[in-house]
């Protein structure tokens, strides 16, 4: 009778196990106390606790949000059952400095800009509808190299993602996908009823369209996998250091790629900056 009375009011643990992503460095706290994660990551709590963790940057790096289970997007959690919570820390992004400034391609509009690996591309609308997509020479002037008519009737971004040239068209609101030569089309993809888009980046494992207020994620056979709404109007987006980052008008916005929430922003060197990207 003892041992079931025992096992009747014995207390519930439940398992908190926190973790440190993203390409800054930070430690994490709670409260109670329990975690101090670099060191001590897993903390067992009496279930129905109320854990507060706090996330602290270290020099050179931004908290920039919580992941995880549905509980941790606050940083505040209940412990009803075992949970997974991670801590976004980001590199700290310092306002880049102008070191120098190039002519356009041609007398058209410069929408977008890509890195191969180890060429810069960009695109244009010179004439209306009659996009054109170029490969550049680095060198002091950037000069072009090829120059290529784009297969799509207004290109606004381009990216190269594992040797492959994808694109966006703001005329049939489409994501496309380039053929062995950049000026054929392999295949194209809706855009799940969002219309203008401008931006295009990949992160590593998706592919990011910002398209009037909202920035989509799309795999690459041309699967709708998310969104998140509430953006300004992007003009291009790029991926770098493990912060996605966005251009719109007279601002440069870093956000945090799986929430995309912004972690800082600071003014572009011009008032409409249209075109960004990230030579690695």
């Known amino acids: 009778v003892e041992a079931s009375w025992d096992e009747a009011f014995a207390e519930i643990e439940r398992r908190l196990t926190v973790s440190i992503i993203g390409s ?41 949000s919580w992941t995880g289970g549905a509980d941790c997007t606050d940083g505040t959690v209940t412990m009803t059952s075992d949970l997974n919570c991670a801590a976004f820390f980001s590199l700290l992004v310092v306002t880049p400095e102008v070191v120098q400034v190039f002519n356009g391609p041609d007398s058209g509009e410069l929408r977008g800009l890509a890195w191969d690996g180890s060429t810069l591309w960009s695109n244009t609308s010179p004439n209306g509808f009659s996009s054109r997509i170029y490969q550049h020479v680095l060198d002091a002037t950037l000069s072009v190299a090829v ?59 998706v592919l990011h369209v910002a398209n009037e207020t909202a920035v989509q994620r799309f795999s690459l056979n041309g699967s709708f996998v998310g969104e998140s709404s509430g953006h300004p109007s992007y003009s291009d987006l790029a991926y770098m250091k493990g912060l996605l980052v966005a251009v719109s008008g007279a601002t440069v916005f870093f956000l945090e790629p799986s929430s995309l929430s912004i972690v ?11 075109g960004v990207a990230w030579d690695g």
């Open 147 to 205: 120059s290529y008519a784009s297969p799509s009737a207004y290109t606004t971004d381009i990216e190269w993602v594992q040797g492959v040239l994808w694109s966006v068209d703001n005329f049939t609101d489409q994501l496309v996908r380039h053929g062995a030569s950049v000026s054929t089309i392999a295949a194209t993809y809706n855009l799940n009823g969002r219309r203008s888009p401008d931006g295009l980046a990949w992160t590593g494992s």
């Open 24 to 64: 800054g460095s930070g430690r994490v706290t709670s409260s109670p106390e329990g975690i101090n994660c670099g060191s001590d990551c897993t903390e067992s709590y009496v279930e129905g606790t109320v854990v507060t963790l706090t996330a602290t940057a270290s020099s050179g790096s931004v908290f920039a």
């Open 264 to 274: 800082s922003t600071f003014p572009a060197p011009g008032q409409a900056t249209s």
